[in-house]
């Protein structure tokens, strides 16, 4: 479980986030949601500890890592991965070592073990034969899966997606969302999803958390998002097709 | 203002050699960094000082000869001179403003991809400390390459030299040879080497702290790494004084 519990930010003195307050459960996939400048990536860099936050307390279960001193807070690095929305792979590595790294940097197992694991991890997220090809040579759906193989690898309790869909076509975009949310059930991780993809709130939301002017404005699951009379959510999800559909057919 | 400025930036970079001088997580990992800086940073850069200091040696002899002819001078001096000249800037320094320019410019705009790609951010998730990962190998690669680099442009220098000699035939290369002999002090090319190393120093930190902290996109890093350029260079030509300064004491 992860909580964020009364978080502030500021840049420059704007406030981008204003005493957020929210709770991504465990095995589940948590989707924050809002519109571009919301303050949803803000959000979730703040939760994973890219941005130092200026109020409030981040809780990793029991623990609340923002007064954590720095060794403390990468032992719980070691527990969790990210996905970024360029995929983030180190362009000098090929795809297998872009997935061995963590396993490199942190573990004392052979090359053997370390090999077994990414191959066993690069079947996982369905991608197999692209193991010596480098980040420029692979489609940008495959350069997701191995930011998951990368994120995985070293069976992390704590998942974090930054729009794992942005650039990708629909079809794919159903592929990674669906396997996200299969890694999170298999793993019984907590992932928190960034995104504005509605098809992906439809799809695999669990619990949502809406942002809007840095505010956490809205939380409640996917059935629930349909039925809100909360304006400016509904002015958000019926911007998009499906969800209109779908209100229409309930 | 700008004074306030230069501060700021030198607090930064102090701050950011105090990340970078730690000890690595793993050591064949960083072993591994290690050897690959070597060869983009030192090998890669064995070629254009090689040519450059043939060329410049041939010229610093043919100059010497120009504006040294007269019957009161031996000519065995347009070989010392040329040796000094070598020795005392031209291998140290003018090479080091070379290296400003190509491994400079290099290695900010690598480090600021990284950045803008968010590849920096996946470390520090990971619990690495990405700048200890990424820029003391650097560091470490051009201080232990830089000074065979001036070792080899000191012996290339000469080389061309004696070959602009030995064909123009402005002298005999027997002239020419005792002039590059007489009155040698190693302590000179002890000078040399050691201006390297700071100089290599100086580089490798100045153009990483750059890229380190280069904001925004490819623009950005373009300027970053133009930054690098100028400000590598600058800071050599002061320590450069102040080096020669310490060492002669006059």
Known sequence: ?250 | MFVTKILGEIGNYMLLMQKVFRRPVKRRVFTRQLMDEMEKLGLNSIGIVAIISVFMGAVVALQMAINLESPFLPKYLIGYATRESLILEFSSTIVALILAGKVGSNIASEIGSMRITEQIDALEIMGVNSANHLILPKIIASIVFFPMLTLMSMIMGVLGGYFIVFTVDMMTPDDFMTGLTSDFRPYLVFYGFTKMIVFAFIITSVSSYYGYYAKGNSLEVGRSSTQAVVSSTIVVLVFNVILTKLFFNY
Not at chain 1, 19 to 45: C, H, M, P, R, Y
Not at chain 1, 53 to 79: A, M, P, S
Not at chain 1, 91 to 107: A, M, Q, Y
Not at chain 1, 229 to 244: G, H, I, R, T
């Open chain 1, 1 to 250: 479980m992860i909580k964020a519990d009364h978080v502030t930010k500021q840049f420059d003195g704007r406030a981008v986030l204003d005493d957020v307050s929210a709770v991504f459960e465990t095995g589940k996939t948590n989707l924050i949601i809002g519109q571009s400048g919301s303050g949803k990536t803000v959000l979730l860099k703040s939760l994973v500890g890219l941005h130092h936050i200026d109020g409030g307390n981040i809780y990793y279960d029991d623990v609340c890592y923002n007064t954590l001193d720095f060794n403390h807070k990468k032992e719980i690095r070691k527990q969790v991965g990210m996905i970024f929305q360029g995929g983030a792979l180190f362009d000098s590595f090929t795809v297998e070592e872009n997935v061995k790294f963590p396993l490199d940097v942190f573990t004392d197992l052979s090359e053997e073990e370390k090999l077994d694991m990414v191959n066993e991890t690069l079947k996982r997220v369905r991608l197999e034969n692209a193991h010596k090809l480098y980040p420029s040579e692979i489609s940008g759906g495959m350069v997701k899966r191995v930011s998951i193989a990368r994120a995985i690898v070293m069976k992390p309790r704590y998942l974090f997606c930054d729009e794992p869909n942005s650039g990708l076509d629909p079809l794919t975009s159903i592929v990674i969302d669906n396997l996200i949310k299969e890694i999170t059930e298999e793993y019984d991780i907590t992932t928190i999803i960034n995104t504005h993809d509605m098809n992906s709130v439809m799809e695999i939301g669990d619990t949502i958390v809406f942002i809007y002017q840095g505010k956490m404005w809205w939380h409640g699951t996917k059935d629930d998002i349909l039925m809100s009379d909360n304006e400016e959510l509904n002015n958000f999800v019926f911007a998009s097709a499906m969800a209109k559909r779908a209100r229409k057919n309930m």
